[in-house]
């Protein structure tokens, strides 16, 4: 690429979690335990990324076990989606369905035993282990606002973005920025910052459209951020959901333009984000002990998120190569589904707009 990536605007301080060392060591084990990464080569590309370190970024004052917690939810997610991402599920709707009704299940508690001899693909086993440790304590409106937003993430990456790939369709950038905070799963990790701060927002603090808006300027940075620093892997895989391509796409930009405008778009949600901070915290002072840490949350998860995009190999120009062959470091155990091998896929996005 021969465009630079511009400087975002991120005010906060960066901050980072004295228990990562710690967490690496934990994440090692569990995704050998659960089966989520096994093969050499998928286990290199994932140590490379280093999600203990990402995670000590976002929740940078979680003691050791939330920040395990925490950790082995981001590992979780970012392996599901590198499936729906970057292989040729992603363009499979229909493969995945039920897949995806299994996850369902062990977030309604209906999930059954499974059958003598029966495999379950590795990430409805984490999943199971995951819902078990993060949801017994939490509050009855907490656990269920996280399930939806955990089953809006699956279905959304699962149904909306698998059938625009399906059919060749490029959303409109309004459309994708809605859909983007779930395709994300960045409403999941913020809610997580109840869990590792140990607070318990009330519902109504969650109807305040000023937390509304702090919330969705928060998730739109961090979002929009890490689609200004992966634009040249997707674009590598040909992936047409990512904020850069939309704006080049409808706009007719060169590639630093929209990088640019991007950027430009980031810094206006930070500033809107603060702008809903200063409100929240004058109108409701009886609740500071539990807003400071929640905004102090999304805070850390933005810079947090631009601190570690930076710095992974993930997003490395010099590293994207090896987005050429999924097939290296994609593990079918991760879903349970096999390969269609007749399936032709193309990874060439065409230019069909929609709503």
């Known amino acids: 690429m021969d465009s630079e990536l511009p400087d975002i605007y991120c005010p906060f301080p960066q901050r980072t979690n004295p228990h990562v060392s710690h967490t690496r060591e934990h994440l090692d084990a569990w995704t050998r335990t659960t089966g989520l990464v096994h093969r050499e080569s998928a286990r290199n590309r994932f140590e490379q990324a280093d999600f203990g370190a990402f995670v000590g970024m976002v929740y940078p004052t979680a003691d050791a076990e939330l920040l395990d917690l925490a950790a082995d939810w981001f590992v979780w997610l970012f392996l599901v989606d590198d499936q729906l991402d970057d292989g040729h599920l992603g363009r499979s709707p229909d493969r995945v369905r039920s897949v995806v009704e299994r996850m369902r299940a062990v977030v309604d508690g209906t999930a059954p035993d499974p059958l003598p001899g029966e495999d379950l693909p590795a990430a409805v086993i ?52 809605a859909k983007r905070r779930h395709t994300g799963a960045i409403h999941v990790c913020m809610d997580l ?20 808006t702090a919330l969705e300027a928060s998730c739109n940075v961090v979002c929009w951020a890490n689609d200004v620093y992966s634009f040249e892997k997707e674009q590598v895989l040909g992936e047409i959901h990512n904020l850069v391509h939309l704006v080049r796409h409808h706009r007719g930009f060169d590639e630093q333009e929209a990088l640019n405008h991007v950027a430009e778009r980031i810094a206006r949600e930070t500033e809107r984000f603060m702008t809903a901070e200063d409100e929240l915290l004058e109108i409701h002072p009886e609740l500071t002990g539990l ?48 390969p269609a091998r007749a399936e032709a896929v193309s990874r060439t996005p065409t230019a069909r707009p929609a709503g």
């Open 291 to 338: 807003l400071v840490p929640y905004l102090n949350g999304m805070r850390s998860w933005m810079r947090g998120n631009l601190d570690w995009s930076r710095q992974t190999p993930r997003y490395n120009p010099a590293d994207v190569g090896q987005y050429e062959e999924p097939d290296a470091y994609l593990e079918e155990a991760v879903l349970g589904i096999p």
């Open 126 to 177: 984490a999943l199971a282990d995951l819902w078990k440790r993060t949801t017994p304590d939490a509050a009855p409106h907490w656990r269920t606002r996280f399930a939806w937003h955990l089953m809006a993430y699956l279905t959304t990456a699962t149904t909306w973005e698998a059938q625009n790939r399906a059919e060749d369709v490029v959303p409109s950038e309004e459309t994708y920025i």
């Open 193 to 212: 910052i109840e869990i590792v701060a140990g607070i318990e927002a009330p519902e109504s603090l969650h109807n305040d459209p000023r937390f509304i």
